[in-house]
């Protein structure tokens, strides 16, 4: 699958929003939504009320990333408030099959996320419930980290038990112009670019080179 960007709005400014996702829609193919509720992740950002209203003004799908406890209740509202992503933590779902199959059932994309400490294997087997693997490549809470290359080999077997499924292997945190090409080599092929985007003074240009960057690594 070629690569896809997908800029985090949690780099952007929020008293801005509708403005700085107007400046990426004709480079990215998603915008994607931090949704942290400082339980699950130490920091609190935005809810389901902020996602409804981006969904009206948005020219470009919205990827949201729920870091919040108790995804089993919430995610399905993301995907019937006409989200086209919804990715849920497995360290917190406690029913994921349900979960994964209510957001697919209310049309949305179905992300799995795993966090750099936990491991992929045990998990297999739920990939032939999902639309997207997620792995964090930062500890998730906070934006501009930076990116923690012990999860590459990660990132590598993630691809290899993916295998010909039809599965998008997404990668976020610390993506930027230093680290995108080896996400790309070792098989990530959707890439979350928060501060490497809304931190250029073109960011829509950013995405653009940062897409450029990923096709010339993953056609290497």
Not at 19 to 41: G, Q, T
Not at 114 to 123: G, K
Not at 138 to 155: M, N
Not at 175 to 201: H, K, L, N, Q
Request: proline share 6%; glycine share 8%.
């Amino acid at each position: 699958m070629a690569p896809q960007i997908s800029p985090s709005i949690l780099s952007a400014d929020f008293a801005r929003l509708a403005d700085d996702v107007a400046r990426i829609s004709d480079a990215a193919d998603w915008v994607h939504v931090d949704v942290m509720d400082n339980h699950f992740v130490p920091n609190l950002t935005l809810g389901l009320p902020v996602v409804e209203a981006l969904l009206k003004t948005s020219a470009l799908p919205l990827d949201c990333h729920l870091m919040i406890e108790d995804p089993d209740r919430w995610a399905p509202q993301y995907a019937e408030a006409g989200a086209g992503s919804v990715t849920i933590h497995a360290e917190a779902a406690k029913a994921p099959i349900r979960t994964l199959r209510t957001i697919r059932a209310a049309g949305a994309r179905a992300g799995l996320g795993i966090n750099p400490a936990t491991p992929i294997e045990p998990y297999e087997d739920l990939l032939g419930e999902i639309d997207m693997l997620l792995l964090m490549t930062v500890e998730p809470g906070f934006g501009g980290q930076k990116f923690l290359d012990v999860v590459l080999p990660k990132v590598r077997r993630a691809r290899r038990l993916i295998g010909d499924r039809a599965v998008w292997l997404q990668v976020d945190g610390g993506v930027s112009a230093e680290t995108i090409e080896r996400c790309a080599e070792a098989g990530a092929d959707v890439f979350v670019a928060g501060s490497a985007v809304y931190g250029a003074d073109d960011p829509a240009e950013a995405v653009r080179k940062l897409r450029a960057q990923a096709e010339g690594a993953a056609s290497s």
